[in-house]
């Protein structure tokens, strides 16, 4: 799978089969990982692709209506799909959580170890901002937490892992080591930081193992 927060391309074959609407979600949302939302004029990003501002106000009222699509169409499906896998699985668990977590490393390189984490960042920059953009990053970070505690909690129930410990704890665990390793490989601007974390993070799911 490849997550759009890893990897844009924007390949004149992309761009071709993109309606307005979509193409004015994708550059913005490139652009927000460069700048920062504050950072960002939507009217100058699309101007760039020879769409005009009527165009732009025309699918989007405001910046913040633009904002918000972006969090709902682009980043939530793409964080909410990471550990779908895990969380309805029936069996292989332990497998399954691993090569999750182990995708985290597939699926960067050293220019998102650059940009950092896109919901990270926005929940940094955002939340105490505006309470809609708190409201919707909350229910994204949410819905992670939900996929790994259930298949935590399938998968003590499958026998795979022990009962000895809180899935809701430990789903809270392994969401912040990920966010922060993402976010001290950021500051470090070296990827081998993130490898190094993630990599712990696998050896303590062994530990969970039953």
Partial sequence: MQHT??????ASQSIRIMDTRQLILQKNFEAIRKQGFQGVRADKVVAELGITKGALYHYFPNKMELGYAIVDEII?????????N?????????????????SYIQWSDNESIKLGCPLNNLVQEM?????????????????????????LKNGQLAGSFKT???????????????????????????????????????QYVHILKK
Avoid at 5 to 10: A, L
Avoid at 87 to 99: A, G, K, N, Q
Avoid at 175 to 200: D, H, L, R, T, Y
């Fill in 127 to 151: 939340s105490p901002l505006d309470e809609i953009f708190r409201k919707k990053l909350q229910a994204i970070i949410k819905g992670i937490h939900f996929s790994i505690e259930t298949g």
């Fill in 5 to 10: 927060f890893w990897y844009v391309s924007f």
């Fill in 76 to 84: 939530a499906p793409d964080y909410l799909s990471i550990w779908k």
């Fill in 164 to 202: 000895d410990f809180n899935p809701t704890q430990i789903a809270h665990f392994i969401q912040a080591s990920v966010n922060g390793g993402w976010s001290i490989a950021k500051s470090q601007q070296n990827k081998v930081i993130f490898e190094m974390i993630i990599n712990q993070l696998i």
């Fill in 86 to 102: 895990f969380e309805t699985t029936e069996s292989d668990h332990v497998e399954i959580m691993i090569e999750t977590i182990q």
